[in-house]
């Protein structure tokens, strides 16, 4: 069992940045591949990116070129870099770990095994 305690949302203009941080605790973090979702009010939750134990990082079509999952294992953190933010970025956003030590870069939450509690996002027009 990992714990993951999410920070660094808040409210930014369209076009601004935020970095969203994701401290790990409770398991070998380095063993296992990292991801962030999303979910705006009376939507399903959806994949954002996902970064694996060897590095590789996958992401959703809808922040390509605008976000950056990276993680960093001297720290236990993993990390999304969000840029040119819009609206439609406006959601809770939750950090993620991988069950299997085999993780290679699915979307689907049922492949995660573990959660945060999730930050706020708010993106104004």
């Known amino acids: 069992q990992v714990q993951l305690v999410e920070s660094g949302g808040g409210l930014v203009q369209a076009g601004g940045s935020l970095r969203l941080s994701c401290a790990a605790s409770?398991?070998?973090?380095?063993?296992?591949?990292m991801g962030w979702f999303r979910q705006a009010p009376g939507t399903e939750r959806e994949f954002v990116a996902a970064?694996?134990?060897?590095?590789?990082?996958y992401y959703a079509d809808s922040v390509k070129g605008r976000f950056t999952i990276s993680r960093d294992n001297a720290k236990n953190t993993v990390y999304l870099q969000m840029n040119s933010l819009k609206p439609d970025d406006t959601a809770v956003y939750y950090c993620a770990a991988a069950s299997s030590i085999w993780y290679s870069g699915s979307a689907y939450p049922s492949d995660f095994g573990s959660w945060g509690q999730g930050t706020q996002v708010t993106v104004s027009s």
């Open positions: 409770g398991r070998t973090f380095n063993y296992y591949g």
């Open positions: 970064i694996t134990r060897s590095g590789s990082t």
